[in-house]
Every structure is written in structure tokens, then in C-alpha cells.
């Protein structure tokens, strides 16, 4: 059974491995880290300076095999309405059969149950058709007017943002 929880130190070791090649990196990092390869510590440090408070948490998902998917949610606004996922990555081994998703319907489901919050955004760039895919059958909406070109190495790639309004889809 799939499970969500807090992110821990010792997950960075996994997350990291699957990681294979820079292209995967990009698209999971949107040159928010600047170092490949990543290493576990840099993945950590990463985080450690990341938000402390209560608006930022970074969180794995896990089966009985271990952990499987790391993500991180952090608030957009004052009023803790409108949360926004990111760094989203499923274990290399295990991409394609289902378990992304589950880990983003236990994101959502925690997001609106007990965050309470009132919209999803995510991003994802247009070269990356599968996860596009996986958040639009969530229930995530494209949002063309929202759309951002990153300049990742030497190639603009464009960056699809995404919303869900949780009141429509969860009332």
C-alpha cells in the first residue's frame, strides 16, 4: 500500500539514484539546483535551506518495498490557501506503472483534508508528456496564459502551469 510522510535525510540516498542523466535532473530540478550530478548532501543542503516554517514540506511516498516518490508542497500565498507542488520524482524502476499518481492523489487528499487549501498549481514542461498526462488526469487544468520558457542549458523550454481548484473538484 502506498503511503505518504515527511521527508527524511536518509530518503536522499534514494531519490538521487534515480537520477540517471542530466536530461531527467532538468526536468525534475527546473535548474533550481545548479549541480549534476546530485548528490545525496547536496540534495539535503538543498532542502535545509529551503523554507523552515510551516510553508514548505517535502514529502515521500513509500510502499513495503521503501520509498518510491518524493515531492515537495509549499504554500504560494499568506492565507495558506493555494499550495504548490513540486520536484516531483517516482523511483526510475517503478515510472509508468501507477505509483506518481498515487502518490499525487495522497498529496491532493492532504492538501484539501487537512491543509485545507483551495488550489493546486503545478508546473511541468512541455517536453515531459507523461507526467503532463498523469497531472491532467488528476484533474489538474492547463493554464496557457500562465505558460513561462526557462532557459535550461542551451534550449528554452516552455513550462505548462497547471491548476486545480480544489472547491470544484473536491466539494
Request: proline letters at 2%; one cysteine or more.
Amino acid at each position: 500500500m502506498l503511503r505518504l510522510r515527511p521527508y527524511k535525510k536518509c530518503d536522499a540516498k534514494y531519490i538521487v539514484s534515480w537520477i540517471k542523466d542530466e536530461l531527467t535532473f532538468k526536468k525534475w530540478s527546473a535548474n533550481k539546483i545548479n549541480k549534476y550530478p546530485i548528490t545525496a548532501d547536496d540534495l539535503n543542503a538543498h532542502y535545509a535551506e529551503q523554507d523552515e516554517n510551516d510553508s514548505f514540506f517535502v514529502m515521500s511516498a513509500f510502499d513495503e518495498t521503501g520509498v518510491v516518490g518524493q515531492m515537495l508542497m509549499r504554500f504560494l500565498d499568506e492565507d495558506k490557501k493555494v499550495l504548490r507542488f513540486g520536484f516531483i520524482i517516482v523511483d526510475d524502476s517503478k515510472r509508468g506503472k501507477g505509483y506518481g499518481k498515487g502518490m499525487l492523489q495522497l498529496a491532493i487528499k492532504y492538501a484539501t483534508e487537512i491543509l485545507k487549501v483551495e488550489k493546486i498549481t503545478i508546473g511541468v514542461f512541455d517536453n515531459n508528456m507523461p507526467a503532463y498526462n498523469c497531472y491532467k488526469s488528476l484533474g489538474f487544468v492547463e493554464m496557457p496564459e500562465k505558460a513561462e520558457v526557462y532557459r535550461i542549458g542551451d534550449e528554452d523550454w516552455k513550462c505548462l502551469e497547471m491548476e486545480m481548484n480544489v472547491c470544484q473538484v473536491y466539494s
